[in-house]
């Protein structure tokens, strides 16, 4: 499987705008009247991701994301459509967000994620999935397929081929 450089059918990628005064900055990370009904959040949680720590790649079968990243730390963002009906499909992006530039992207089902911490501090992600974490009462199964446990996945694969470029 080779992936190629291109934009992801259904991902939301947005640059915040910072509302800064005396007191200091205030961004608006989703509002449900600019945000499609798809990513409606069910829960929303916040993670702390250590420098060079990279989190995932893993994909959902039915949950949906919006992750932020408005900083403390910065991030290097990619995605693959891993979707076989998607007309991007074997598409991948590459974004990065956090404190030098905030701003979020929602990750449609199927879509294969992961982020790195790219700085010297730890990073902080905030996520609002469409979906309750194992569900109602935390009585299902975790909606996540974790390609970080198979070494010899494509998308891992894909990173290291593509981080030995460009040392």
């Given at each position: 499987?080779?992936?190629?450089k291109?934009?992801?059918?259904?991902?939301?990628?947005r640059?915040y705008?910072?509302?800064?005064?005396e007191?200091g900055?205030?961004?608006?990370?989703?509002?449900?009247?600019?945000l499609?009904?798809e990513?409606?959040?069910?829960?929303?949680?916040?993670?702390?991701?250590l420098?060079?720590?990279?989190?995932?790649?893993?994909?959902h079968v039915?949950?949906?994301d919006?992750?932020c990243?408005?900083?403390?730390?910065?991030?290097?963002v990619?995605?693959?459509?891993?979707r076989?009906?998607?007309p991007?499909?074997l598409?991948?992006?590459?974004?990065?967000?956090g404190?030098?530039h905030p701003?979020s992207?929602a990750?449609p089902r199927?879509?294969?994620?992961c982020?790195?911490?790219?700085?010297?501090?730890p990073?902080?992600v905030?996520?609002a999935?469409?979906?309750?974490?194992?569900?109602p009462?935390?009585k299902?199964?975790?909606?996540?397929?974790?390609?970080?446990d198979?070494?010899?996945n494509?998308?891992?694969r894909?990173?290291?081929a593509r981080r030995?470029?460009?040392r």
């Amino acid at each position: 499987m080779e992936f190629r450089k291109g934009s992801i059918e259904g991902v939301e990628v947005r640059s915040y705008r910072k509302f800064i005064d005396e007191r200091g900055w205030l961004a608006e990370l989703f509002r449900h009247d600019e945000l499609p009904a798809e990513f409606h959040p069910a829960m929303a949680y916040v993670s702390v991701t250590l420098p060079g720590v990279l989190r995932g790649p893993h994909e959902h079968v039915d949950q949906a994301d919006l992750f932020c990243w408005v900083g403390p730390g910065d991030f290097k963002v990619t995605l693959w459509d891993n979707r076989k009906e998607s007309p991007t499909y074997l598409n991948r992006m590459e974004l990065f967000f956090g404190t030098n530039h905030p701003g979020s992207v929602a990750v449609p089902r199927g879509v294969v994620h992961c982020y790195r911490c790219v700085s010297q501090e730890p990073g902080w992600v905030f996520n609002a999935p469409n979906r309750l974490f194992m569900g109602p009462g935390r009585k299902e199964a975790v909606d996540e397929i974790r390609h970080e446990d198979d070494p010899e996945n494509p998308f891992v694969r894909d990173e290291r081929a593509r981080r030995s470029l460009t040392r």
